[in-house]
């Protein structure tokens, strides 16, 4: 008890000893060990790779997951050292919605069939959902949140503790400044030879054992001196190793932010396929149910690509539909020599990509370019005749936006 009693009134007077520096400095009455610009730099570049990391990792898990509900249940799952139970994503929810809705309403009946075709789709998005915030989740929030509770933790504790060796050394630096002031003073008075008729021996006695008391408080001063600069010295090299470690975390996230892209493109890719198949299930059921639709129209129904920007379509690039076997029978044997624009029903289109032309009957696409385009009677709805110049031919639609 003795012994606790004792270590805690030493604990208590470097609190005290190091308060008293801190404020000092503070108010400008001490003077401060300030740390080399290379060492500065590693601490800013340090704090600015923690503020940013902790952006991102926010921003990300907002992306992933919206409601904010689910990000703390899931976060209290973890702090828990529970596993987070698995739940269902949007697009799955409306796939069982659709298919409730199409078993209810008829499943035999158009709008039936579209729901049950929507409602499949839907649930391959869900699930390409589901895998894609597995995978981010894995290769790039684990890794970020890692650096914040391990690396970063064992930063700011050795940072702190290179506070207190600084605030240690400079304490000790202004108790040796004092003591060799008193000293000095001591001495001067000491060296002054008394007159024992006009003055008192007794304050010649007091000054000269006044100046050996200092001299003994600067010798201690200055053995506490340099034990102080050794640990602090010591500590600053750990901390500057512990802070040039942070260019292998630039390293690291930088690896996991590119697994991040690859898990986001496939997502998106799988998301496209799966969009583009709806689209022509949907087009030739609608097809079979509104005969009149895609013969003989001037205005072509408009692709979902019309909306989808080049980046992302190009994502995974469609094949175009071939002329054989989609096209019908009288259109095989079309002279486009002889094919005439209507009087009303063309349009504007610009090319998403690159397109190479099968055969003669069809016209060859550079991406970003104008064509003129329109339909003619008895024509395959994935098809359109484009025109360049002089030139014309069939264009598949899955290559063009519509402008106008």
């Known amino acids: 008890m003795d012994f606790n009693m004792k270590k805690l009134a030493s604990d208590a007077g470097i609190f005290f000893t190091r308060a008293v520096q801190f404020t000092e400095e503070k108010f400008g009455q001490a003077e401060r060990t300030e740390l080399d610009a290379h060492f500065e730099n590693l601490l800013a570049r340090a704090d600015s790779t ?8 926010r921003q990300t898990e907002v992306l992933l997951q919206p409601n904010p509900s689910a990000r703390v249940e899931e976060f209290l799952y973890e702090k828990l050292d529970r596993k987070v139970p698995s739940r269902v994503t949007n697009g799955e929810l409306l796939a069982q919605y659709m298919a409730e809705a199409a078993s209810e309403l008829g499943p035999a009946t158009p709008y ?21 915030i597995h995978a981010a989740s894995i290769n790039f929030l684990t890794p970020l949140r890692n650096f914040l509770e391990g690396d970063w933790k064992t930063i700011s504790k050795e940072r702190r503790l290179l506070q207190n060796r600084r605030l240690d050394l400079d304490a000790c630096k202004a108790r040796l400044k004092k003591a060799k002031a008193a000293e000095a003073k001591a001495t001067c008075e000491g060296d002054t030879v008394p007159d024992f008729q006009e003055t008192r021996p007794r304050n010649y006695i007091l000054s000269a054992s006044a100046s050996a008391l200092w001299n003994d408080e600067v010798d201690k001063a200055e053995q506490e001196l340099r034990v102080a600069q050794t640990e602090f010295d010591r500590q600053a090299e750990v901390t500057r190793l512990l802070l040039e470690g942070i260019s292998s975390t630039h390293v690291n996230h930088l690896r996991c932010l590119h697994e991040f892209v690859e898990a986001q493109t496939t997502y998106y890719a799988q998301c496209y396929r799966h969009m583009l198949d709806l689209q022509r299930q949907l087009g030739s059921s609608q097809g079979a149910i509104f005969p009149g639709t895609f013969v003989g129209t001037t205005e072509p129904a408009s692709p979902p690509l019309s909306s989808t920007s080049p980046a992302t379509a190009a994502a995974t690039m469609p094949v175009g539909p071939s002329a054989s076997g989609l096209a019908p029978p009288g259109e095989a044997a079309l002279r486009l020599e002889e094919v005439t624009p209507p009087a009303s029903g063309t349009r504007k289109a610009r090319v998403l990509y690159d397109y ?35 030139k014309k031919g069939k264009v598949p639609v899955t290559y063009l936006e519509l402008l106008s």
């Open 356 to 390: 190479e032309a099968a055969d003669s009957s069809e016209l060859a696409l550079l991406a970003d370019e104008l064509i003129t385009v329109y339909s003619l009677p008895g024509m395959d709805p994935d098809w359109l005749i484009g025109e360049r110049g002089n």
């Open 112 to 132: 039936g069939k579209t729901l049950t075709k929507v409602a499949e789709a839907e649930k391959r998005l869900g699930a390409a959902e589901r895998d894609f």
């Open 50 to 57: 923690k503020n940013w990391t902790e952006k991102i990792l």
